[in-house]
C-alpha cells in the first residue's frame, strides 16, 4: 500500500508535464503567430498544420489513456480467486481506503478530467469528449462472476514475459528517440548565419558612408565634374559603374532582408519540431510507466492467470501497441527528414551569403578604384586650367606687343607719306 502510494506524485508529475507542454505549444501558436506573420506570410500556411500536430498529439494521448484503461481491466479479470468467497471478498476490499487495484484506475480517471480540462481551456473547446469510464462496481462484479477457483501459475509467468518483453521494447524506442533529439548542431549553424548576416550589414553600411561622401563630393565639385564631361567621355561610364554599384548593394540589402525571414521561419519550424520530439518522449515515458505499474499490481493482487484466450487478448493490445510505436517511428522520421530538408536550405543560405560577401568586397574595390580615377581627373582639370591661365597670359602679352609694333608702323608710315604730300 504504502509502495503504491509513493509512485503517485510520479504519475501527476507526469500529466503537469503534459499539461504544460500543450499549453506552451499552443501559446507559440496564438502569441508568437503574429509577429511570425508580419514578417514571413508563409508561417500563417504552417500554422493550421501546428495546430492539427496539438489535435493529433491529444488524441493519441487519450487513445493511450483509453488502451491503460482497458489493459487494467483485462488485468484485473485475468486475477483468480481459490474459492467463490474469496472473488467475493474482493467487493468488500474496495470499500476500503484506495487500494493497489483501484487506485491506478481513479488516478487514471482524475489524470484523463484534468488533461481533458487543461486541453479545451487552451485550444478553445474543439468539440472533444472526455470518454466515460465505469465506476470500480462494475469490474468488481465482473471480475467476481468471471473467475472460479482454479489456478494457472504458467499462464501468468507468459502473461509476465510479454509484458516484460514491451517494457524493453519502449525503453529501446525512448532511447532511440532521445539520441534523435539533439539539436545542437542546427542551432550552431543559425547563429554562424545569423552572424555572418550582421557582417554583410555592417559591410554595407561602410559602402553607403563611403557613397554619401563621394555623393557629396560631387555635388561640390559639379561645375568641374560638368567641364570634365565635356572634355572626357570615359567619365559617364565610371558614373554608370557607380550607379551599378547603388543597384548591388540595394540588391544586396533586399537578398539580406529575405535571408533573415527565412531564417527567423526556419526558427519556428525548428521550435515546433524540437517541441513534438519532447512530447513524443514523454508519451513514451509514460507507456513505460504505466507498464511497470501493470507489473506491480499484477505482483500484488495475484500469483495465478487465466486461460489462452486472455492471453490471446493481450497479444493483440501488444500488437496494438507495436504499431502505434511503429506510427511513432515514423513520424520521427518524417521530422528527421524535415530536419534535413532545413540543414540544407541553411547550407543554401550560407552559400547566398558568401556569394553577397563577394559581390559586396567587389563593389568596394571598384568604388575606391573610382575614387582614384576622379581624384586623377581632377589633377589633371587643375594642371589643364594652369596651363590655359598661363596661355591666356602669353596670349595678352603677344597681342600687346603687336599692337605696339603696329602703332609703331602706322606712325612711320605717315609721318613719311606727309613729306611726300608737301612736295
Known sequence: MAKMSTRGPTKRFLISEMDRSVKRMLKLIEDDGDS???????????????????????????????????????????????????????????????????????????????????????????????????????????????????????????????????????????????????????????????EKIRSSEEEICNLKTKLEKYESLRYDDKFTDESVNRSNPETVDYDEELRVAKQKIRSSEEEICCLRTKLEKYESLQCGDTFLNESVNMINTMELEDVKKLMQEHDLEGENADDLMYETEIKDEIEQLKSERDEFVMKLNELEEEIRLKDDQIDELNDRLEKLQLECEKSKES????????????????????????????????????????????KGLLEQKNPVMAS
Open 36 to 194: 511570425f506573420a508580419k514578417k514571413a506570410e508563409i508561417y500563417i500556411q504552417k500554422r493550421p498544420e501546428l495546430v492539427s500536430q496539438v489535435e493529433d498529439f491529444y488524441r493519441m494521448f487519450r487513445s493511450l489513456a483509453e488502451r491503460y484503461d482497458d489493459a487494467t481491466c483485462e488485468l484485473r479479470r485475468t486475477l483468480p480467486s481459490d474459492s467463490r468467497s474469496q472473488a467475493c471478498g474482493m467487493n468488500d476490499f474496495r470499500s476500503e481506503p484506495p487500494s493497489a487495484i483501484t487506485s491506478p484506475e481513479n488516478k487514471l480517471h482524475r489524470r484523463l478530467s484534468v488533461t481533458n480540462s487543461a486541453f479545451l481551456d487552451v485550444v478553445g473547446n474543439k468539440d472533444y469528449e472526455t470518454p466515460a469510464y465505469d465506476s470500480g462496481s462494475d469490474l468488481d462484479d465482473s471480475f467476481c462472476n468471471n473467475y472460479s477457483g482454479t489456478s494457472n501459475y504458467d499462464n501468468y509467468r507468459r502473461l509476465r514475459h510479454k509484458i516484460t518483453e514491451l517494457e524493453s521494447e519502449l525503453r529501446k524506442l525512448q532511447i532511440e528517440q532521445e539520441v534523435n533529439g539533439s539539436n545542437t548542431e542546427t542551432a550552431e549553424e543559425l547563429r554562424i548565419s545569423k
Open 367 to 410: 568604388i575606391e578604384e573610382l575614387e582614384k580615377v576622379i581624384e586623377k581627373q581632377r589633377a589633371m582639370i587643375e594642371e589643364e586650367a594652369e596651363e590655359k591661365q598661363e596661355t591666356e597670359k602669353q596670349l595678352c602679352i603677344s597681342l600687346e606687343h603687336y599692337r605696339n609694333a603696329y602703332q609703331m608702323l602706322r
